[in-house]
């Protein structure tokens, strides 16, 4: 029967993801920027510190520190040495702080913003599988109903249009099932093993922080990557090459007549 509830749950999905893409693109930005700014505000005030013990650029008529490189006027003042070095340590462990967050900036969150921009349309990029889906799933019905319309021609093969959904239906299911691998792949690359598989040993629980949601709403609109819709026809032609009329029939029709009643008429037959 095409398994056309899969289909529907999956399209289900990707429309739900399609709708919250915008928060999580606009979210994982202005993570990147607080992240950034951060980095720079460390960095400011670590070398505001430098420049307050060193004296850098005070002028000649002033002198912050003494023979041993105190903080001081008074030479062999030990006690400003101690706490000269304990500042210069802070502002250089700022700058370790530093360097961290743009470590963290570049290695995982920058990363992290580029995979999800793949997937801002999912719903959209996968609109002709699903229709192609739906359409072969019509047919499928059509020609199984045991009233079989008066203006069907007497040499229609029932069980050669019958055989034509199936293939489509293992075009989709596997495509949809590829999807899924391929996601799941992708993500898994960002947490830690072994704690990552046992995650999947218990039921998942409501987060205490679900409630919340609604009040990190997006305060600002951050434009959305468009990724070509061209590109799953281009796709569903190379799933289906080999399956014989298959791939040189879908890549003629998938891109102008995806959705219509119609798209199936030349390979049934009917065009």
């Known amino acids: 029967d095409g398994d056309v509830e899969i289909i529907e749950r999956f399209a289900a999905h990707a429309r739900a993801m399609e709708k919250s893409m915008p928060w999580i693109n606009e979210a994982s930005q202005a993570h990147k920027d607080s992240l950034n700014e951060m980095q720079n505000q460390y960095r400011r005030v670590s070398y505001a510190l430098l420049k307050l013990i060193t004296g850098y650029d005070a002028g000649e008529d002033c002198e912050c520190i003494n023979d041993e490189g105190a903080w001081c006027w008074r030479d062999g003042c030990n006690v400003c040495l101690s706490l000269t070095k304990a500042i210069q340590s802070t502002a250089e462990s700022m700058q370790v702080i530093a360097d961290m967050?743009?470590?963290?900036?570049?290695?995982?969150?920058?990363?992290?913003?580029?995979?999800?921009?793949?997937?801002?349309?999912?719903?959209?990029?996968?609109?002709?599988?699903?229709?192609?889906?739906?359409?072969?799933?019509?047919?499928?019905?059509?020609?199984?109903?045991e009233d079989i319309s008066q203006d069907q021609s007497e040499d229609t093969d029932i069980e050669a249009i019958r055989s034509r959904c199936d293939t489509v239906f293992n075009v989709t299911l596997s495509e949809v099932n590829r999807i899924h691998d391929e996601q799941l792949r992708q993500a898994r690359a960002n947490f830690d093993e072994p704690h990552y598989s046992a995650l999947s040993q218990t039921p998942r629980t409501p987060s205490q922080y679900n409630a919340s949601i609604d009040e990190q709403r997006p305060s600002i609109s951050r434009p959305v990557s468009i990724v070509s819709v061209g590109s799953m026809s281009g796709m569903v032609g190379g799933v289906v090459d080999g399956v014989g009329s298959m791939g040189s029939f879908l890549k003629k029709t998938a891109r102008t007549s995806i959705g219509s009643s119609s798209m199936f008429d030349s390979w049934w037959g009917r065009g």
């Open 101 to 145: 967050y743009d470590s963290h900036k570049k290695e995982v969150i920058i990363p992290w913003i580029e995979n999800f921009k793949e997937y801002n349309q999912p719903a959209t990029n996968c609109e002709q599988l699903i229709d192609m889906h739906a359409g072969a799933y019509k047919k499928y019905k059509d020609v199984s109903d």
